[in-house]
């Protein structure tokens, strides 16, 4: 069964909102993957990329989620990143972390994604330029699709910098030129 997150039903029966049950899912999904695939992404978190007036997709990205800055472990992230220069025992470290309580409260997340794009990039700048795309999210027997709004993040931007702190445990190949882009979901056009 596939469910479509037009109309969410939460575990107590309650109809939730899309947002809400997309961030539960997410969270979800997300200490699934640290847990059960040692943070290797999935579908879950994969989503399929259509631009305007386009059937099929034009490509996957790794979306990564983020705790709102009241709540975020950046201090956690970094300390893991300075303490060795092993990238097995970063990547080890930071499952450990996030696989934990990390993902518990939805409540604590913003709902903007980010994914890296590598420096020049032509996938990023039509993005840009677009502005806006849909993300096809389907794994674990649920579906959501959305239209997001896309921005590129500057360096100062608390995305861009937990975003980077994310990439350093589990890509320490991360090129500095890294284009950073947000996607904001815009829930009152679904």
Known sequence: MIENFANPIDTQNKISSPQEAFM???CRARQMIMR???GRPDDSITPNIYLKGNAEPITKIITLMHKLPEYAALSELMHIARKTNDPSQRRDQAVKLL?????QKHREFTDVLTATFAPNS???E???SEGRCR???DAYSHKFESTFAVNKLERSEFLFRST???NQLFNPNLHPE????????GWEEN
Not at 99 to 103: D, K, L, Q
Not at 178 to 185: D, M, N
């Open 178 to 185: 890294t284009i950073i882009l947000s996607f904001s979901p």
């Open 36 to 38: 059960d695939n040692l």
């Open 122 to 124: 032509n996938l990023a």
């Open 164 to 166: 980077v702190m994310h």
């Open 135 to 137: 993300l096809l999210f």
């Open 126 to 128: 039509t993005l840009i």
């Open 99 to 103: 696989s934990a309580s990390y993902y």
């Open 24 to 26: 539960k899912f997410q």
